[in-house]
């Protein structure tokens, strides 16, 4: 796995994954950039978010539950000053029929296999869950 950062204009730079995609990375007009992207530090969190949203997908299919809505809400906090995350705030909200002992079970594994999320455990990040359950429409 290798990730390639290209300065392009400004502040804003063009990181690549060297499988064809990319992604803009930008500060925004009050720190200097032309808010072309998320910051460095805001993807970050959202592959948090994506990380979570995505094993949860390969785990609840392993488990044998569907869902038919999805999302993930990460919010990041920074106490007394801190250069990174001190606290991350993890809300799954989830449409399925499944009994709610094996969403959470889903979860527990989910948080267990996630990559970035092991990253930000073992970085000292206090990391916390909440499960809601979307309203079929």
Same mark, same amino acid.
């Given at each position: 796995?290798?990730?390639?950062?290209?300065?392009?204009?400004?502040?804003?730079?063009?990181?690549?994954?060297?499988?064809?995609?990319?992604?803009?990375?930008?500060?925004? #007009?009050?720190?200097?950039?032309? =808010?072309?992207?998320?910051?460095?530090? $805001?993807? /970050? !969190?959202?592959?948090?978010?994506?990380?979570?949203?995505?094993?949860?997908?390969?785990?609840?299919?392993?488990?044998?539950?569907?869902?038919?809505?999805?999302?993930?809400?990460?919010?990041?906090?920074?106490?007394?000053?801190?250069?990174?995350?001190?606290?991350?705030?993890? #809300?799954?909200?989830?449409?399925? =029929?499944?009994?709610?002992?094996?969403? $959470?079970? /889903? !979860?527990?594994?989910?948080?267990?296999?996630?990559?970035?999320?092991?990253?930000?455990?073992?970085?000292?990040?206090?990391?916390?869950?909440?499960?809601?359950?979307?309203?079929?429409?």
């Amino acid at each position: 796995m290798k990730a390639t950062t290209t300065w392009t204009q400004g502040i804003s730079s063009v990181i690549t994954d060297n499988r064809g995609h990319e992604v803009i990375v930008d500060l925004p #007009e009050a720190k200097g950039g032309q =808010d072309l992207g998320p910051t460095a530090f $805001e993807l /970050c !969190l959202m592959s948090y978010s994506g990380c979570v949203n995505t094993i949860f997908n390969i785990v609840s299919k392993k488990m044998r539950f569907e869902f038919s809505a999805l999302e993930v809400d990460t919010i990041g906090h920074q106490k007394d000053g801190a250069a990174t995350f001190t606290d991350v705030e993890v #809300e799954l909200r989830v449409e399925t =029929d499944a009994s709610d002992e094996k969403i $959470e079970s /889903c !979860l527990q594994k989910t948080l267990k296999m996630c990559p970035v999320g092991v990253l930000f455990h073992q970085a000292g990040v206090n990391t916390t869950y909440k499960i809601m359950r979307l309203q079929k429409a």
